[in-house]
Structure formats: C-alpha cells, structure tokens
C-alpha cells in the first residue's frame, strides 16, 4: 500500500534522513520506533511534503513523492501530527468538522461522525466543549478523530501516547487497534517501544536518520540490540 524507496529528507541543507526504505502493506500496523532526534517526525513530515524530499514515495500504484503537501490528504494519506494543533478555542466538533474538508469525506461526514463517536464515546460526551480545555488524553483522541473524519486509508500518527496518563496511554493502543479493525492502516511513530512493538504486525528502529533494524514485533522485541538500546537490556 505504502512502498518508501530510497528516502532522503533535508531542512534546507541539514540530511535528516537517509535512504530510508519502508513497506506498509493493506491492514497493517506499522510502527517506527527511535531515540529523540532519530527523524521519526522528519518520516511522517517528508511523508506528507511538509518537508524538502527526495526518493520515492508509493501509494497504491502512484508516486506521491512530487505531490504538494495540501494535496497529500487528499490521496488518503494522513497525519495526525505531534502535539496534536487542535485549534483551541473551536469545539470538539467543530474540530472534527475541519476533518472532513476532502471532497470525497464532505459527502459522508455525518456517517464517519457517527463511526468516530462509537469508537471515541469519550468525544460524544464532549461535543460541544472547546477542544483546549479538553484533557490532554481527550486532546488526543480529538486529533485522531479529526483525521479520521478526512476517511484515511493510511493513518500516520505520531507519538500519539507522549505525556500521556497511563491509564490514557492504554486507552490510546486499544483505539489504535480498533482503528486498524476497522480497516484503516495504520504507520505508527512512538518511543513507547514495548507498548507500540506489541501492537505492531512489523516495526522498523531509526537511528540517526537510518533504519538500522527492520522485522515483525515480536523480532523486534526479541533482539538484542534494541533490548539494550531501548528497553534497558
Ligand atoms: N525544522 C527543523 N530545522 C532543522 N533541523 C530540524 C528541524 N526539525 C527537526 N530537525 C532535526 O532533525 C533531526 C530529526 O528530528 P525529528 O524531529 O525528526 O526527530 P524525532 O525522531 O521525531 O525526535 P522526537 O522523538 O524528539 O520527536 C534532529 O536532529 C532535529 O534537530
Ligand atoms: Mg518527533
């Protein structure tokens, strides 16, 4: 579904990735874990065109790696971006409204309304609450159902549990993997390396700018490399 080839990525000209190389087949979670600073952001950042990139970059049978940024959402390709940028003084779904700009999501906004509160009854209860005074857990599942209402076909989130309770945390890989039920793929970026491993069908570790291990989640959390690198030994 998602085939990355030979992916660099600059910000101007600082090399934030290298020849980074990643498949993200139909129903798949996907997750790319990493220390601070390993260009997990920088991925998801060159994956929408927000960023200067070169290589290639297949979705389904195109090459999205020329498509401007505004357009990406479009293709079904979508970001849930670190620290969520809920707009603050909107309520919550009035947020999620914004979601659904793509011509082919206006259509059925009511329906995928409907599909995002089953899965978040917690936003149902909030719907007219202004987004910044949510909780930051409830932030989060605001931002995840505002790229839900856009109807991707690959989800990108990035570090969805940072800063999160533990009881939110949780709260936030059952909702992941109901997504993915739902039939909603799913490229996951996270430093809780245990949690996301668990969850993922197939995982990839980047180290400065290089994926360095690729496997399914129970290779990667059976490899001793990353044990000591990640989860203390
Ligand atoms: N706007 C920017 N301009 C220049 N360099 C940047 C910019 N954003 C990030 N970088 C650099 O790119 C590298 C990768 O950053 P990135 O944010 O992708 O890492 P990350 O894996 O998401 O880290 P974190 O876990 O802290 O979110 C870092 O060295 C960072 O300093
Ligand atoms: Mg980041």
């Known amino acids: 579904m998602l085939k990355i080839r030979s992916l660099d990525a600059y910000y101007g000209e600082f090399q934030v990735l290298y020849d980074v190389e990643l ?10 874990v990493g220390a601070n600073g390993a260009g997990k952001t920088s991925l998801i950042n060159a994956l929408s065109g927000t960023i200067d990139r070169e290589g290639e970059v297949w979705f389904d ?4 790696s ?5 357009e990406i959402a479009a293709t079904g390709l979508v970001q ?4 969520r940028r809920l707009f603050p003084f909107l309520s919550v779904m009035e947020n999620l409204e914004l979601g659904a700009y793509p011509a082919h999501a206006r259509a059925s906004a009511d329906d995928t309304k409907r599909r995002v509160f089953d899965l978040m009854p917690r936003l149902r209860e909030r719907v007219d609450q202004l987004a910044g005074s949510l909780s930051g857990g409830e932030q989060q599942l605001c931002a995840i ?26 709260m936030v890989f059952e909702l992941i993997d ?23 069908d197939r995982g990839y570790v980047l180290e400065g700018g290089r994926v360095v ?20 030994g």
């Open 61 to 64: 049978q195109r090459n999205i």
């Open 23 to 32: 498949d993200v087949s139909p129903g798949e979670v996907v997750v790319v």
């Open 80 to 83: 849930v971006p670190e620290g």
């Open 213 to 232: 291990l690729e496997g399914t989640g129970a290779e990667l959390l059976a490899n001793d490399r990353l044990k000591a690198a990640y989860l203390g």
């Open 178 to 200: 109901e997504i993915r039920a739902s039939g909603t793929t799913i490229l996951l970026v996270e430093q809780n390396v245990n949690r996301s491993l668990e969850l993922a």
């Open 145 to 170: 159902g505002r790229a839900l209402m856009s109807q991707p076909r690959v989800l990108m989130l990035d570090e969805p549990t940072l800063g999160l309770a533990p009881i939110m945390v949780s």
């Open 66 to 70: 020329t498509v401007p940024a505004h």
